[in-house]
């Protein structure tokens, strides 16, 4: 029902950043909560951030004080921006859509830390 795309992933060095969007499309009714998985091959997808239609946001340790999400309510868009890049941040970032049990996500974009 909710079609998620992501964009701006890539290949960047250590320290550097990257911000990644998401633009839903489709019937979106409120309250909802956007947020940000990841996944490395063989482990769990994680969350990474969320925030809520009152603009909650959650933020995993490991991504704190270097990650930010932020959402444009008109565009229908989530965004995540990620600086102090490292090695440990390498995945596939997913986009992900909630309303109660009705769930979305996104195909991923591959996010690559390395020199």
């Not at 960047?12 to 911000?19: C, I, K, T």
């Not at 990474?48 to 909650?56: D, F, L, M, P, Q």
């Not at 989530?78 to 195909?107: F, H, K, P």
């Amino acid at each position: 029902q909710v079609q998620l795309v992501e964009s701006g992933g890539g290949l960047v060095q250590p320290g550097g950043s990257l911000r990644l969007s998401c633009v839903a499309s489709g019937r979106i009714f409120s309250p909802y909560t956007m947020a940000w998985y990841r996944q490395v091959p063989g482990k769990q997808r994680e969350l990474v951030t969320s925030i809520g239609s009152a603009g909650t946001i959650f933020y995993a340790d490991s991504v704190k004080g270097r990650f930010t999400i932020s959402r444009d309510i008109a565009k229908n868009s989530v965004y995540l921006q990620m600086n102090s890049l490292n090695a440990e941040d390498t995945a596939v970032y997913y986009c992900n859509y909630r309303q109660y049990s009705l769930i979305s996500w996104g195909q991923g974009t591959q996010v690559t830390v390395s020199s």
